[in-house]
């Protein structure tokens, strides 16, 4: 018996040092890829997407990260900094220690308070925000955010201030700073933008509302369906209103009159839009209401900074069946 043990032994130990032998081969040789190298992620594979620097008093600043690469980026190891007047980076903050991947294309929200995130602003799943122990000092007037790999070489880097701001708005508190395309570096200020009312003002983890997309083709403004019936059966229940422009800072106003002319109901006020947003109406009125059914026009006015306008007259039905 013990002879066969001694036997079994040197069997594994033989196996061992072959496995060890064949994995130091086929890394010699390049055959096994480690994504990022030992070093982490490289510049441009992991961006800064959005930022939010001056939260409400109950709120948190958070900084999102978008994986611009084609294939999924390991996070840990990696840092949020920002800077001190002399430009030398300070309150290093490691995002986790724990091997995590961020799949290509998609955002990450980091903070040091996923509760004073989600309290304000809409989140698409638990695993778009990472929670942080330490978070770096973003202030509300002016400051820097600087994303590190493991080596301390720096990822991207944007410097921030509260006048990149949409000048339409008055109170830019709670509202993020995102960027427009991720083909431009995040060292240009005229590459963000405040975040869309229409989206809550922020978009923690999921896509930018105001990131670049093509430009419409169809006009600025379609609703569908045209006939429509808010009778709560699940189809055709509610009028979709979509909005594509082809720059940011447009101001979308809508209206609804019944037929002869008397306003029903005011359902876009003033509401800041991204390149693309949709505005939905239930079918019911000032008061919520279910209006009756018949013909309504739609006044959809749009205006910019720049002094551009234009006025969109739709019209559509109301039914109580098809």
């Known amino acids: 018996m013990g002879s066969k043990l001694v036997i079994i032994l040197i069997i594994f130990q033989k196996m061992a040092v072959f496995i060890y032998i064949f994995i130091f081969l086929f ?4 055959l096994i890829e480690s994504k990022g190298g030992e070093s982490g992620p490289v510049k441009s594979e992991l961006l800064i997407s959005e930022v939010l ?11 999102e990260i978008y994986n611009n690469s084609g294939h999924a980026v390991d996070i840990s190891g990696l840092f949020l900094a920002t800077r001190e007047a002399s430009k030398a980076l300070k309150q290093l903050t490691q995002l986790s220690v724990y091997q995590q991947y961020l799949a290509p294309g998609a955002y990450l929200a980091v903070t040091i308070s996923p509760e004073g ?4 602003y809409k989140t ?9 122990q330490k978070f770096p000092t973003f202030t509300d007037q002016a400051g820097c955010v600087v994303l590190l790999n493991k080596n301390l070489e720096v990822l991207d880097e944007m410097n921030y201030d509260e006048g990149m701001h949409d000048q339409l708005i008055s109170e830019v508190e709670g509202i993020s700073l995102e960027r427009i395309s991720f083909t431009v570096a995040a060292s240009r200020k005229d590459n963000w933008h405040s975040a869309a009312k229409s989206a809550g003002f922020a ?10 997309v093509a430009a419409p083709t169809a006009g600025m403004v379609s ?3 045209v006939v429509f019936t808010p009778n709560g059966d699940g189809l055709n229940d509610q009028l979709n209103i979509s909005v594509k422009t082809d720059d ?13 002319g008397r306003v029903v109901r005011n359902l876009a006020n003033n509401v800041t839009t991204g390149r693309s947003d949709q505005v939905v109406w239930d079918g019911l009125d000032g008061g919520f209401q279910k209006v009756q059914p ?3 026009i739609l006044n959809i006015s749009l205006f910019n900074r720049d002094g551009r306008h234009r006025k969109v007259r739709r019209v559509c039905v109301v039914s109580d069946r098809l």
Request: charged letters at 20%; proline letters at 7%; aromatic letters at 14%.
């Open 27 to 30: 890394h010699s040789f390049g």
């Open 53 to 63: 620097f001056n939260p409400f008093p109950e709120g948190c600043d958070f900084v």
């Open 117 to 120: 995130i989600r309290r304000f």
């Open 124 to 132: 698409r799943c638990e695993e778009c925000l990472l929670k942080t």
């Open 203 to 212: 978009t923690p983890g999921y896509q930018n509302s105001v990131v670049e």
């Open 223 to 225: 609703v569908d369906p």
């Open 248 to 260: 940011l800072g447009w101001i979308l106003n809508i209206t609804i009159l019944n037929c002869v």
């Open 294 to 296: 018949g013909i309504y």
